[in-house]
């Protein structure tokens, strides 16, 4: 049974950084490309980053870019998206997203995890 | 502003047949695979549709994809209660090199 298992949300002020990890089980972690999609309070989806299975190739929203990184750490099944420079605008609940494939460049996310919330305020 | 546009709000009386409209560009839905996601209350969201019109096993024959140039549908046949959601389209855009997704649709079952 695939599992995702989100943590590291939390309060930050603006500014501030924090990092959020996906444990991922129960499927070949090496082999599948992996995202992350967030969704504001009351507000649709937003992708924010995917990478490639390898590691190797990265992708992200312009919203996010330069400020958030994308990673993984295959021999730990690990995903991790490190935050930095937060704003009030990134207040959302992250989800990490698998994608059935070793390209991260298309939005097949067939298994997705609970959610973990992100509040940037003072 | 999404790059993918949706209508915010669909309805439909239990049984009937309802359509989720998502429309694009040549740079996303026109070249590349739509997606389309169910997101039940307070829950994660689920995929639906892959590449245009193929179904997760699992996903109910009502649930059903089509797209035409630089549009996609949502088709849902024998609306249930249950069916109550937001839904979402997506695809790859290659002008931007990123996932782009619609603003989400409200289902109501009335």
């Known amino acids: 049974e695939v599992q995702l298992l989100e943590s590291g949300g939390g309060l930050v002020q603006p500014g501030g950084s924090l990092t959020l990890s996906c444990a991922a089980s129960g499927f070949s972690f090496s082999s599948h490309a992996m995202s992350w999609v967030r969704q504001a309070p009351e507000k649709g989806l937003e992708w924010v980053s995917s990478i490639s299975g390898s590691g190797y190739t990265t992708y992200y929203a312009g919203s996010v870019k330069g400020r958030f990184t994308i990673s993984r750490d295959n021999s730990d099944n690990t995903l991790y998206l490190q935050m930095n420079s937060l704003r009030a605008e990134d207040t959302a609940v992250y989800y990490c997203a698998e994608v059935p494939g070793e390209s991260g460049s298309y939005p097949h996310f067939d298994y997705w995890g609970q959610g973990t919330l992100v509040t940037v305020s003072s | 502003q999404s790059v993918l546009t949706q209508p915010p709000s669909a309805s439909g009386t239990p049984g009937q047949r309802v359509t989720i409209s998502c429309s694009g560009s040549?740079?996303?839905?026109?070249?590349?695979?739509v997606y389309w996601y169910q997101q039940l209350p307070r829950t994660a969201p689920k995929l639906l549709i892959y590449?245009?019109?193929q179904r997760p096993s699992g996903v109910p024959d009502r649930f059903s994809g089509s797209k035409s140039g630089t549009s996609a549908s949502l088709a849902i046949s024998g609306l249930r209660s249950e069916d109550e959601a937001d839904y979402y389209c997506?695809?790859?855009?290659?002008?931007?090199?990123?996932?782009?997704f619609g603003g989400g649709t409200k289902l109501t079952v009335l």
């Open positions: 040549s740079s996303n839905i026109g070249s590349n695979y």
């Open positions: 997506a695809a790859w855009d290659d002008s931007l090199s990123h996932v782009v």
């Open positions: 590449r245009d019109i």
